[in-house]
């Protein structure tokens, strides 16, 4: 599969929940979170070699997997019944049961080829909307997109409204589904609940993510657990003597994207990041994991237009995380807007003076545990995109020890950062996938 790969739609067809949601239930409000999150479709790709536990010929795999597939939707879609309905306003869901986009595929291609050299611009076959314009407000929330391989291997893409759903909110979701799907005692499976509006009511007045949509480019580079542990020591200092991974491979990319930067542009820019983090365990009481919503805030770090060492930038980092440990929740409320930054830095981002950076992670975040629908865990997991310009996702391995970082930069950023000598003093740009 080194060039393009052909995908054929063989059926398009609405899932509905099992059964229908109570009347006291149909219209869901929104959460001044979701009212603030980006209005984007995220994308999750799910690739499986595809064992079942049935032999058979390869139709009639297809078809045992399609139907598990189909059934077990329906059945999670009865718990998850605001994933069924279609965003009414700024503040509410109308849980009306129309249910979610399904689609199956056929591709032309062998899965074992991609996993040799893998292309993240070839998985936008895999997508069921349009990766250019992926605005995610006004469809399903919920999109689905089956592709099977001539080898037998599986394609699960899932597309989820940020307008309701986090990265834990799905992970909640894909957990509860493959437990269905694999046939699991419903006493034994957990339950969504559908809380975040009551702690953060919905607002007539609020301040919307920001959406600025453009052609770029997404690579995926490889952190071993041993390199890690070699940059954590090389970024450590007195001020932050033992950094985690996440805030050493953070500085290091920061670093790198903005030498980028200045090299394209001419000079070093000051900057701003801003980095996710869940708000489900700074709440007071904390809510649990499988509180689904958007509970998402970004701390914000800054730096001049002056060079700056890894260290330094760590400890920036480690001094934004206890401030917004301390006030990011109460600021996120006062301000009802996603970031907290001065309005000076604001008018630098309008027009375009300061570099923006934006850093999410779903470490621990139990994907290749969870999407296990019957017939083996998944083989890789990713996150696709191609329209977010410096957006970098943290995600752990197959075997839960090292770290890909899903980097998306414009085209012409990227032709310098994939050979930045000291990112890849610690990465691997795009290796095979075993």
């Known amino acids: 599969m080194s060039g393009a790969v052909e995908v054929e739609i063989l059926l398009k067809e609405t899932i509905k929940p099992s059964f229908p949601t109570p009347h006291q239930l149909r219209n869901f409000q929104l959460s001044i979170l979701d009212q603030i999150a980006l209005p984007v479709y995220i994308s999750n790709i799910f690739l499986y070699k595809a064992n079942d536990e049935e032999d058979g010929d390869l139709d009639a795999k297809t078809e045992r997997i399609s139907q598990r597939l189909k059934s077990s939707l329906s059945e999670t879609l009865a718990q998850f019944y605001p994933f069924a309905g279609k965003i009414k306003d700024e503040v509410s869901i109308e849980c009306n049961d129309d249910g979610v986009e399904y689609i199956e595929a056929r591709a032309n291609g062998l899965l074992s080829e991609y996993l040799q050299k893998p292309d993240q611009n070839i998985l936008k076959e895999f997508h069921p909307f349009d990766t250019e314009n992926p605005i995610g407000s006004t469809g399903p929330i919920l999109i689905v997109q089956v592709t099977f391989f001539k080898c037998g291997g599986v394609a699960l893409e899932i597309s989820s409204s940020h307008k309701l759903i986090d990265g834990i909110s799905l992970a909640t979701f894909i957990n509860i589904w493959a437990a269905t799907a694999r046939g699991q005692s419903s006493k034994a499976i957990m339950v969504p609940e559908f809380v975040t509006a009551s702690i953060f009511p919905p607002s ?43 805030e050493a491979l953070t500085a290091l990319i920061w670093k790198c994207a903005r030498d980028v930067s200045g090299s394209t542009r001419g000079s070093t820019r000051a900057s701003l990041l801003v980095h996710a983090v869940n708000l489900r365990t700074l709440v007071v009481p904390p809510l649990p994991n499988n509180s689904v919503g958007n509970n998402v805030g970004y701390l914000s770090a800054q730096t001049s237009d002056k060079e700056i060492e890894l260290h330094e930038l760590v400890c920036i980092l480690r001094k934004a995380k206890e401030e917004f440990s301390k006030n990011g929740l109460q600021n996120l409320l006062e301000t009802k807007s996603i970031f907290n930054i001065p309005e000076s830095i604001k008018d630098k981002l309008e027009r375009d003076e300061i570099d923006f950076f934006t850093f999410s992670s779903v470490l621990r975040f139990p994907f290749y545990e969870a999407a296990e629908f019957g017939w083996g865990k998944p083989l890789h997991v990713t996150f696709p995109n191609y329209v977010f310009p410096n957006l970098f996702l943290l995600i752990d391995t197959k075997d839960g020890e090292g770290i890909e970082a899903l980097v998306t930069l414009r085209t012409e950023d990227m032709a310098l950062f994939e050979c930045n000598q000291e990112l890849l003093e610690f990465a691997t740009v795009n290796p095979p996938i075993n």
């Open 204 to 246: 007539e007045f609020f301040m919307a993510f920001p959406v600025h949509l453009s052609r770029c480019e997404q690579i995926r580079f490889v952190f071993d657990p041993s390199k890690i542990n070699e940059l954590k020591a090389k970024v450590a200092s007195a001020s932050v003597p033992k950094p985690s991974r996440v």
